[in-house]
């Protein structure tokens, strides 16, 4: 994993003074953070929180989720909590008890779960948001970490080369809590002056966590059946295209925006990132060139639908220019990469 630069101090760490004595289990200095992740057992908080907590301290790290990990390193190599982010005074005791002053929001019902339960997709995805922004407003936290997703575009967005700044009628209930949570930032940056970053990941690629019940979920699937069972049957069509990301860009991403200067940001909630984009095919394809006899049929579902409604490509020029943005991985370096990760475990 690429060494991550230390983080700007536009808007500088909270002061030493204001943190109750009992809690400096570590001493901090201005560039390290007490952190907190919501949602850490999940695709991407899995592999966030090891990057944390190799660059700030594995003390300083608090990982929370809904459910126990399963993976025993991230509760043995620091503190792990169990936060269900609608209960609010639970996450305000944890953030007082550990002196958090950055949050990285993870918790989220993605794209197909929510469909299942749109109910519970709000209440998670927006009680979820409000409770840290206002929490984050009331203890004047430092900065906080909100991600959206391609999913706030719908079927009225360009379909190639989706702009940040476009129209956004989401089919889902997640697009529409993503929509509105990019929202939700944006007002608590103007009002509050609060320092809330946000990026619209793509469908994410990873080899150490399971995705969490979203529409691009496939792109990971594959690699598990083709090393399995030589076979994959993909819930959408061949010819679905869709921007994608591996993960160890998706970790750079977020760590990158963490780390920009505020004052060269022109939005905060909202930036597009882009990683590759491919058919179901051409990584059926690549992943043929190391496993010959792998095969791939299709037989679309409910998640068809919400794929023909987000964008194929994506235009990130925003995150380029104001905080540097370049991902390093395409199709073919990912797939190899995934399978090399993978075949240990699964063969
Ligand atoms: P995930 O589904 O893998 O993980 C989400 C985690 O949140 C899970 O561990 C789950 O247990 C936890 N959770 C669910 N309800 C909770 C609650 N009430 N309280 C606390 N925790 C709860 O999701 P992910 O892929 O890690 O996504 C992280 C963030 O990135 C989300 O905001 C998601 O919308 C966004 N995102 C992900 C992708 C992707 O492809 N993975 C794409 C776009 C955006």
Redesign the pocket.
């Known amino acids: 994993m690429a060494a991550y630069s230390q983080i700007s101090t536009t808007r500088p760490a909270r002061s030493l003074s204001t943190i109750p004595p009992s809690q400096e289990e570590t001493p901090l200095t201005q560039t390290t953070q007490r952190i907190l992740v919501?949602?850490?057992?999940?695709?991407?908080?899995?592999e966030l929180i090891p990057v944390l907590r190799q660059r700030y301290g594995d003390t300083n790290v608090v990982a929370?989720?809904?459910?126990p990990p399963e993976a025993d390193c991230l509760k043995d190599q620091g503190p792990f909590e169990l936060?269900?982010?609608?209960d609010r005074a639970r996450m305000d005791d944890i953030i007082a008890r550990y002196a958090i002053d950055t949050v990285y929001?993870?918790?989220?019902?993605?794209s197909a779960?929510g469909e299942e339960n749109p109910t519970l997709a709000w209440d998670?995805?927006i009680l979820?948001l409000v409770n840290v922004l206002e929490i984050a407003r009331q203890r004047k936290l430092v900065r906080v970490f909100?991600?959206?997703?391609?999913?706030v575009f719908g079927p009225d967005t360009p379909h190639d080369c989706a702009p940040q700044t476009t129209i956004l009628t989401p089919t889902t209930m997640?697009g529409v809590t993503?929509v509105t949570g990019e929202l939700l930032g944006e007002y608590y940056v103007h009002r509050f002056g609060l320092d809330i970053r946000g990026v619209?990941?793509?469908?994410?690629i990873s080899s150490e966590?399971l995705?969490?019940?979203?529409t691009?979920d496939y792109a990971v699937d594959i690699f598990y059946h083709a090393l399995k069972y030589k076979s994959y049957s993909c819930f959408v069509r061949s010819d679905t295209v869709l921007p994608m990301m591996y993960m160890p860009d998706c970790v750079k991403a977020t760590m990158d925006l963490m780390d920009a200067d505020f004052n060269s940001l022109r939005s905060h909630c909202n930036f597009n990132l882009a990683g590759m984009s491919f058919s179901v095919e051409e990584l059926a394809n690549e992943i043929q060139k190391h496993i010959p006899d792998f095969v791939c049929d299709y037989a679309p579902d409910f998640r068809q639908a919400i794929a023909d409604s987000w964008p194929q490509t994506i235009d990130d020029s925003p995150a380029r220019t104001q905080w540097g943005w370049r991902p390093r991985h395409d199709l073919k370096s990912m797939t190899r990469d995934m399978l090399e990760k993978l075949r240990p475990r699964l063969t």
């Open positions: 919501t949602g850490a057992c999940g695709q991407i908080g899995s929370t989720d809904i459910r936060l269900n982010v609608c929001h993870m918790a989220a019902i993605l779960t998670v995805n979820g909100c991600p959206s997703s391609i999913a997640y993503k619209r990941y793509p469908g994410i966590t995705p969490g019940g979203g691009t």
